[in-house]
Structures are given as C-alpha cells and as structure tokens.
Nanobody, 128 residues
C-alpha cells in the first residue's frame, strides 16, 4: 500500500531552520506531484508548497516565499521542505501529500482536495 512518512520536525527557536523529509513507498514516485501542507491547532489545513513530478516547477504560499524551499529526489522517493527563518506562526503539524500527475505535462497541485495520498504529519514548533 502507499505510504508517505514525514520526518524532521521538532522544536526550534525563531530564526532557526529545519529540514522536513517525506519518504514515499508503494507508488511510482516520479509519476506524482508532491505537496506540503500544514495545520495549526484550531485552524484548517493550508497549502505550503508544491513541486511537479520532475522538480521543474514549484509553487509556494505567499507566507513562505523566500524562506522555504521544496525539492525532491526521485531516485530516493523523497520530497523535502527546507525551512529557514522560522517564525512562531509557522508552528503546526506539517503533512506531505501525493497527487498522480505523470509527465510529460508539468503541473503543480495546490488544492488540498486534489491530492490522493497523505502522510501522518510531523510536528514543527517554533519558540519565540
């Protein structure tokens, strides 16, 4: 079965950095667009970043532009989220997601409901 397993979350001070990883199994990873979402307590899950199946196209929520970078390694079936200059408002559970979007068409997926598979999430806490 398909599994997406996030890791790399933790507690960090404001201004610090974390690198999240999401390891995928049970699917042809290079046929999937990938995304990162987050959900803070009492809030809806929101889009953070997305990347196309081949990594050629990326898209970010305005609130992370210039601070977060999404990337992928199709040989290792893994997508990453490098988070720099973290702020307390970045505190949330971060989820990776996969959407079947094979090539050659290059697309990024930013709508939560379009994604086919989800990980269990990893907690990121940024202290002030």
């Amino acid at each position: 079965q398909v599994q997406l397993v996030e890791s790399g979350g933790g507690l960090v001070q404001a201004g610090g950095s974390l690198r999240l990883s999401c390891a995928a199994s049970g699917l042809t990873f290079s046929s999937y667009a990938m995304g990162w979402f987050r959900q803070a307590p009492g809030k809806e899950r929101e889009f953070v970043a997305a990347i196309s199946w081949n990594g050629d196209s990326t898209y970010y929520a305005d609130f992370v532009k210039g601070r977060f970078t999404i990337s992928r390694d199709n040989d290792k079936n893994t997508v990453f989220l490098q988070m720099n200059s973290l702020k307390p408002e970045d505190t949330a559970v971060y989820y990776c997601a996969a959407d079947f979007s094979p090539g050659p068409r290059v697309v990024v997926v930013i709508t939560l409901y379009e994604y086919d598979y989800w990980g269990q999430g990893t907690q990121v806490t940024v202290s002030s």
